[in-house]
């Protein structure tokens, strides 16, 4: 019989740009409480619709009472909407992959990939050595016009040499074939700049893969990047690759976007981590040994799509040599020790994810005092400098923060069992209360928890052409169910600064609309109301929201035109680092053989915290 027919089958629609996973939980842990909950109810879910089926009519009425219960919560929360993709970026960088990479899908399945807790296959990706196609640096000096850092290498002989030169070239000698690759190479970079100049793909949520060098920053690849990322005359003969500029480009438009959106976000910041971009679900492109950047792209988010993740599992055999190389070679120190943990509880009744963070002095879990408390989970826009095969990646981030989010504010319950958690660690220690999960409010679960003991290294970052930005390092242990291992992250300490500026900037506009009598609504307010006519408005206790919408904001209007300085900067320092590190530290994801490692012997002996 078609379920559509059976009586003992109710479907209710999945809402627009709620994914099924949410429904279901992890490990569909959801589901089954949904089922425990209402006396036996079998809970399906897919991509439009959830499935409730029992035979008792009261038992199927309980299943549906909860299950919009828990849409209600989710949609009020606003957490969960992904009807808008959010912009990411995958730049290939031409130490490891080349100039024009040729890629292909290598398996991976150590403990790189495992820490993921996936249970399908998981890719890396490998450059294919007969197409790579890689220019020496010691070539570099001979080469002349415009080189991928956008600066302008020439031989030792005269423009008038060189012009002679190559009036009589051989069109078969090696230097003339080089310069007409060249030639076509840029043609294609300049065709390729003109179709995203009219697609206008800065900011809208694709997956892009980028095929860039780690560009110098100097002053003038500096400039030349700007010049391309805002569309100056002349940005298509700079050199800088271009489509390392779009992904600039995309970041500062993520940025502009998100200090112009109402309720205000209290913070806005880039932190960047180190690990391993991984792919699953590749479809016909496993098969593959030839794929091109343009080939990569269709990563989406749904179910059985082409997807990646990143994996911050860090190797305890790099971490001496990464600390060593901070300290040794770049002159940075040791200017923090802190110990956290975070605690993920769901509030099963709402299926609402809290994350608890927790400070603790001196390492001490007695002391543990409540530091902040998130609900729900987000997708950030991010740029991920892929390096080669058993090296380090980079992953930024832009990452906009409420102190509190207007939703979670009047959510007592949140705030009680976030005090209650607090209580536990203090009365049982973090490892205590992991195992016995005392102190936890009736249907409220543990999904898991993290403790952190963090050596913040902060200096200052040389770049090769000249000047560089300050960085702040953070080498983690990290400490959970499935044991102990090492992530590395970081921030960009002059980025944050100018995004804080942004983000006050584009404040002052709605700090004098509130200063309007509350019967007036404000020309911003009624530009950024749906036009679609199906939107009712109502304030609630909580946030101004839509109640036809999942969205309870506003974008106010501002300048189009967002500045990129800061992001192109912020690239170009961080591919630089990123390369320079796996240089010298060698191949940090290389598989080895677990080995246990004293964390204090990472820290030099004669390293002293700054007051």
Known sequence: MNSSNRTDIVKLPLPFGMKAGFVVGRGGHNCRWLHYSSGGAHITVNDTAISIRAKDNHVRARAIQLVRRQLDAMLRLAMYDCSTPVRLDYVLLSSSFGADPRVRFCSRNDEVATSLGRKDSLFELVPNPDGISRVPKEDLGRMTGPCWDGSLHVSASSSSDITKCDTHANPSSPDQVRRDQDGERDQDLTRMWDRQQQAGDDNDGATRFHAATAAAASPASFAAATALATGEAGAKRCGCPPLLASAARALAAAAHKAACREPSFDALKIRFKLGKSLFRNLGPRASRTDLSVAELEGSGAGRGCFQSVFSTWVPASAVPRVTSWLTDSLGFSLADTKTTATLHVINQELNIHYSIALAMERG??????????????????????????????????????????????????????????????????????????????????????????????????????????????????????????????????????????????????????????????????????????????????????????????????????????????????????????????????????????????????????RA
């Open 364 to 609: 001490d879990d007695s002391t543990a005092s409540l530091r902040k408390i998130k609900a729900g989970g987000s997708k950030n826009p991010s740029v991920t400098l892929m390096a080669a095969p058993q090296q380090l990646d980079l992953r930024l981030k832009l990452i906009p923060q409420f102190r509190e989010h207007p939703a979670l504010a009047c959510d007592t319950d949140a705030h009680s069992t976030a005090r209650r958690v607090a209580a536990a660690v203090r009365m049982e220690g973090f490892e205590g209360f992991t195992r016995s999960k005392r102190g936890l409010p009736r249907n409220r679960h543990l999904e898991y928890a993290r403790r952190k003991t963090k050596f913040v290294y902060e200096g200052y970052l040389p770049t090769s052409g000249g000047g560089g930005q300050r960085l702040r390092v953070s080498v983690t242990q990290v400490q959970d169910d499935k044991g102990t291992h090492f992530e590395i992250s970081g921030c960009l300490p002059d980025a944050d600064a100018q995004l804080r500026q942004l983000l006050t900037q584009q404040q002052r506009p709605a700090a004098a609309a509130a200063e309007h009598t509350e019967g007036f609504i404000p020309e911003w307010r009624r530009r950024g109301r749906s036009t679609t006519g199906t939107g009712r408005y109502g304030i609630s206790d909580c946030a101004l929201h839509d109640s036809a919408s999942s969205t309870p904001t506003r974008t106010r209007a501002t300048t189009p035109d967002p500045d990129t300085k800061w992001a192109i900067r912020a690239l170009m320092t961080l591919s630089e680092f990123i390369e320079e590190l796996n240089s010298c530290v060698g191949n940090g994801l290389e598989q080895q053989p677990s080995a246990s490692l004293d964390f204090a012997a990472i820290i030099a002996p004669q390293e002293a915290v």
